[in-house]
């Protein structure tokens, strides 16, 4: 199940979010203004980075970008480093 995950179902669905994010010229996802969806989209690639492989976003660079962007948030770093590790 991995196996077709990692081959078929994530590049297909991170494709579509590197387009989304680069189609508005980032670094968000809806251009210069963070928004809901940021949280969103940087959580869950931060998620398949743990789970899957911690390269995933190695061929999409506006991706990779836009989630490095939330985590540098100053409050989210931080609560980034002192929250509870918990393994999803």
């Not at 940021?38 to 976003?57: G, H, M, R, S, Y």
């Not at 540098?72 to 002192?82: A, D, L």
Request: aromatic share 14%.
């Amino acid at each position: 199940m991995k196996k077709e995950l990692m081959k078929d179902t994530l590049p297909c669905f991170l494709r579509k979010l590197e387009h989304l994010v680069s189609e508005y010229k980032g670094p968000y996802v809806c251009g210069e203004a963070i928004s809901w969806a940021d949280f969103w989209v940087a959580n869950f690639t931060n998620i398949w980075e743990e789970l899957f492989d911690k390269n995933i976003l190695e061929l999409y660079d506006s991706l990779r970008i836009q989630k490095d962007k939330v985590f540098c948030i100053p409050q989210i770093k931080e609560w980034n480093v002192k929250r509870p590790k918990t393994f999803v």
